[in-house]
């Protein structure tokens, strides 16, 4: 167990770990506003010396600190509406392949044989599934008023009023077990196979729920426990990205990453538009407030390296 200390001594221990504080005021308001926790200690890995991780390298400043949390938050902050209106098109497709099959009835599509049984498996996530569904419309049809209108007036569900409730995660767990020929309707609409389908909207998922709930994400290729990496693309190989036994060095499981799995699901003049967004906040804005290790780290973290804006053209 950690003791309390305060903002003054929170102070007073970073300047004892080397980091020069230049403006007293400024550094004691960011740590009552904002955290140390999330400030420091979110943001403090490309600063820390390599000979001791309490220690940080000589002549670092806690206005780079500052300033590396400042940018995750803008990124975050350009990312998430573009993944919003990524979730809301991939809902919108998947809705309409399985309702002009299966109807808008809740009762009869939330039924096994709208889905893909064919294995135990299957018909264990199928059915829980449905489960989970069934539950969801019981349990909102008082308090959410589209779910509310349709059960009253008209005694169902459709699923593009369902679909509200359901989060992103939900929604590609219902694609998984879809029938196959209605997946791959789904995925060829966006130039892709079923399986490569689901990996990207995954991690798009991913991606999605760190911007709603404020977590670090410029580091998430370092962050995640258990990576979920998207699948090879041509684009890949477009790119020139190095590449060695293990695979692809960048564009994996980093924010180059993330970029490569909205591609398909955007309009070129909008995803243009947030490439240039992304490498002005990084190479213009954060570039001048860094020194050139802490960037280079940034920047080999993210995956964002030498020619990578070409994403935008390819």
């Not at 390599?50 to 975050?76: H, M, Q, W």
């Not at 020139?240 to 293990?246: G, S, T």
């Not at 804005?285 to 804006?309: C, I, P, Q």
Request: aromatic share 14%; hydrophobic share 40%; glycine share 4%.
């Amino acid at each position: 167990m950690k003791p309390y200390i305060s903002i003054d001594e929170q102070i007073s221990l970073l300047e004892s770990r080397n980091v020069l504080i230049n403006n007293y005021h400024f550094a004691y308001r960011v740590l009552e506003y904002e955290n140390y926790y999330c400030v420091v200690n979110g943001y403090k890995a490309p600063f820390i010396a390599s000979t001791n991780p309490d220690c940080y390298k000589e002549g670092t400043l806690f206005n780079e600190i500052v300033a590396l949390y400042t940018f995750d938050r803008r990124l975050r902050e350009i990312l998430f509406p573009d993944l919003l209106r990524i979730e809301h098109v991939i809902k919108s497709y998947i809705i309409n392949v399985f309702s002009a099959n299966h109807g808008n009835n809740h009762t009869s599509y939330l039924r096994p044989e709208s889905f893909n049984c064919s294995s135990p498996t299957n018909l264990s996530r199928v059915n829980e599934l449905i489960f989970d569904l069934l539950k969801m419309i019981n349990k909102r049809k008082s308090n959410h008023e589209a779910i509310a209108h349709y059960v009253g007036k008209y005694g169902f569900v459709p699923l593009w009023v369902l679909s509200k409730v359901m989060t992103f995660g939900k929604i590609n767990s219902f694609y998984a077990i879809m029938l196959n020929a209605e997946k791959i309707k789904v995925a060829e609409s966006f130039n892709l196979s079923p399986k490569n389908f689901k990996s990207l909207v995954d991690y798009l998922a991913k991606f999605r729920n760190k911007c709603a709930h404020g977590e670090r994400i410029y580091s998430s290729s370092r962050d995640s426990f258990r990576p979920r990496p998207i699948p090879r693309l041509p684009i890949h190989d477009v790119l020139n990205i190095p590449c060695n036994a293990k695979g692809y060095k960048y564009g994996i499981n980093d924010m180059l990453a993330l970029l490569i799995a909205m591609k398909p699901f955007m309009q070129e003049a909008r995803f243009s538009h947030l490439v240039d967004r992304i490498n002005y906040a990084l190479n213009t804005k954060l570039k001048r407030r860094l020194n050139s290790h802490a960037f280079e780290y940034v920047t080999h973290t993210m995956g964002l390296v030498d020619s990578w804006t070409n994403i935008k053209v390819f």
